[in-house]
C-alpha cells in the first residue's frame, strides 16, 4: 500500500484502525511523520524551484502565514505574483494539497508550475469528479436555456392574477430561480430566490406580484426535481451539478486547500470550504472580482482568517498606472497603495495604435475584427473565436430551418423567432448580436472570423474579451467602447 498518495488527515484515521499490521502501520507512522517534522527539500523560501527570481517580503510573509496551519486570506493586487506565491507555499511543505481555480486555463498553468504534491484542477472539475457516475454525460453537459426548457416541457400561456405570462417567460423565470438557487449556499429552494423585476414579473405589483412568484416558486421546485432525476431529459448542466456536489457535504481529503480567485467564488462553494477540516488559503483581490453576474461574492470579506497577507507590488505595469489605480483604490477606501518596480514603465496615452483590445462582449469583439480586417490588418482572437464560429454558424442553421447547436441559439426554429426574441427582457443577451448580423450579414462576418490569423502568427491586432484577457499582458491595451468599468 503506498500510503504516500493518502493526506495527512487520512493517515492519521488509518493509523487508528485496529486491523491494521504493524508494517504497514510503521509505514503510515513514516510518511506521517516525514510531513510533521521533517522539513521540505523546497522548505528554504529563497531556494525553491523557482530559481528565476527572489522572493519579495510579501510573498515571504504570505509563506510564513500558511506555516501557521490556520486558515490565511491573501489579497494580491493585479500583476503582483500571485501564482508565484502559491507556488512558494505549495513548495514550502510536502503535504497534500488542493489547488482550486474558477477556469480551465488557470489550473493548467497551475498543473504545469507546481510540485507533485499539488492537485491542481478546476471547482467544477472536482464537484464532477464526485457526481459524474451518477449522471449522464448529456445530463451534465446539456446546457438548458429558456427556449430550450419552453420546449421539453411544453410549456404554455399562465394567467396569473388576470396577467399573463407566456411559455417562453415562464421558463425565463424558472430558470432564474433554480440559478439563484444553485449560486445560494441554502440547501432547498425557496421563495427568495424567485426574482421580483426581471422578465414579465415587471408588469406585476403589490399582491399579484406575490402570487405570481409563489407560481414560479412552486414550478421552479418541480424543475429541479427533474433536473435531478437521472430518468428525466431535463439537464443538469454546470450550475446544477456544482450545487449537487455542494448539498452531499464532500469531504476533500486533503491536508490544506489553496482557492485562487476568491473574490469570484460563490456561496454554493464557500459552504463546502466552510465544512472542511483542513487549513484553507483563500486567494484574491475584491477588486477585481468578474463573476458577480454568476452569483460570486467576495468570499474573502466573509472568511474570518486570524491571519491576513498581502501583496501590493506589481510586476505587470509601471509607477505610471500604479499611481492611477492606487487613486482609484483610495476612493474605494483601500489604505495599501499599488506599488511598482522602479525598473518598468508604462506608457500611457489616449491614443495611437493598440496591440491588444479589449471587450465586454463577442458581438463587440466580432465587430471590430471586421472594422481591422478592412483596413488590411491580421486580426487574431484570444480564447474567444471557436465559440464565435460557432455562433455564427447557427445563424446559418436557423436561417435554413434548422436546430441551432449553439447553446445561446438553442431551442429556436428560425433566426426571425431569435429576432423577435432579442426585443425581450428575457433575451437582452442577444441584442448586440441580433443587431450585428442586421448590420453586416452571417456572410461577412464568417469571413471575418475564417480569415483571423492564430494569436503566435504575427497579427497587426489582437482581440479579447475582458474575461479572458485577465491576468494576460500587452504592449499597448484599449478598451473597447462598450466595456463597462
Not at 521533517?38 to 522572493?55: C, F, R
Not at 459524474?132 to 453537459?141: C, G, H, V, Y
Not at 458581438?363 to 491580421?378: D, S
Request: proline share 3%; net charge neutral; hydrophobic share 40%.
Amino acid at each position: 500500500m503506498d500510503f504516500t498518495k493518502y493526506s495527512s488527515s487520512q493517515l492519521e484515521r488509518i493509523l487508528k484502525l485496529a486491523d491494521l499490521d504493524e508494517n504497514q502501520r510503521s509505514k503510515a507512522h513514516s510518511v506521517l511523520s516525514s510531513r510533521t517534522s521533517s522539513p521540505s527539500k523546497s522548505s528554504n523560501i529563497t531556494q525553491t524551484a523557482n530559481k528565476h527570481y527572489k522572493p519579495t517580503a510579501e510573498q515571504v510573509a504570505a509563506v510564513e502565514a500558511f506555516k501557521t496551519g490556520g486558515e490565511v486570506i491573501i489579497t494580491a493586487y493585479a500583476g503582483a505574483g500571485k501564482t508565484s506565491t502559491l507556488q512558494l507555499i505549495a513548495e514550502a511543505t510536502s503535504k497534500r494539497g488542493l489547488y482550486l481555480a474558477f477556469n480551465s486555463a488557470t489550473a493548467q498553468e497551475a498543473i504545469e508550475r507546481f510540485p507533485e504534491n499539488m492537485k491542481c484542477m478546476t471547482t467544477h472539475g472536482q464537484a464532477l469528479s464526485l457526481v459524474r457516475e451518477q449522471f449522464s454525460n448529456s445530463k451534465l453537459f446539456t446546457s438548458l436555456t429558456p427556449r430550450s426548457l419552453k420546449a421539453l416541457h411544453r410549456l404554455k400561456a399562465l394567467n396569473i392574477a388576470g396577467q399573463e405570462i407566456d411559455g417562453l417567460g415562464l421558463a425565463f423565470l424558472q430558470l432564474l430561480t433554480v440559478q439563484a438557487f444553485c449560486h445560494s449556499s441554502d440547501n432547498t429552494i425557496s421563495l427568495i430566490h424567485v426574482p421580483k423585476d426581471r422578465g414579465q414579473l415587471q408588469k406585476f405589483s403589490d399582491f399579484d406580484l406575490t402570487q405570481a412568484r409563489k407560481r414560479i416558486y412552486e414550478d421552479a421546485k418541480i424543475l429541479w426535481s427533474l433536473m435531478l432525476d437521472n430518468e428525466d431529459p431535463t439537464p443538469l448542466g454546470h450550475d446544477g451539478y456544482l450545487k449537487l456536489w455542494s448539498l452531499q457535504s464532500p469531504t476533500l481529503d486533503f491536508d490544506f486547500i489553496l482557492l485562487d480567485e476568491a473574490q469570484d467564488t460563490n456561496p454554493c462553494v464557500m459552504k463546502v470550504l466552510d465544512q472542511q477540516d483542513c487549513q484553507v488559503i483563500y486567494v484574491g483581490d475584491p477588486y477585481q472580482q468578474i463573476y458577480e453576474w454568476r452569483g460570486a461574492v467576495n468570499a474573502m470579506a466573509s472568511v474570518r482568517a486570524k491571519t491576513e497577507a498581502q501583496l501590493s507590488m506589481t510586476f505587470r505595469f509601471g509607477r505610471e498606472l500604479a499611481e492611477i489605480a492606487s487613486e482609484l483604490l483610495l476612493n474605494l477606501g483601500e489604505k495599501t497603495p499599488l506599488r511598482a518596480l522602479d525598473s518598468k514603465s508604462t506608457q500611457l496615452a489616449t491614443s495611437g495604435k493598440p496591440d491588444v483590445k479589449i471587450a465586454r462582449k463577442n458581438a463587440t469583439l466580432i465587430e471590430q475584427c471586421l472594422l481591422h480586417q478592412e483596413n488590411g490588418e491580421r486580426v487574431a482572437f484570444v480564447g474567444v473565436k471557436e465559440d464565435l464560429q460557432k455562433l455564427i454558424s447557427s445563424v446559418y442553421e436557423l436561417k435554413a430551418g434548422n436546430p441551432a447547436k449553439h447553446p445561446d441559439l438553442a431551442g429556436f426554429s428560425n433566426w426571425e423567432e431569435v429576432v423577435a426574441h432579442a426585443q425581450l427582457d428575457e433575451g437582452a443577451d442577444l441584442v448586440a448580436f441580433v443587431s450585428l448580423v442586421r448590420k453586416f450579414g452571417e456572410g461577412a462576418l464568417h469571413w471575418a472570423l475564417k480569415n483571423a490569423v492564430d494569436e503566435n502568427d504575427q497579427p497587426d491586432i489582437v482581440l479579447t474579451s475582458g474575461h479572458r484577457s485577465k491576468g494576460e499582458n500587452g504592449k499597448l491595451l484599449k478598451f473597447a467602447k462598450t466595456l463597462k468599468a
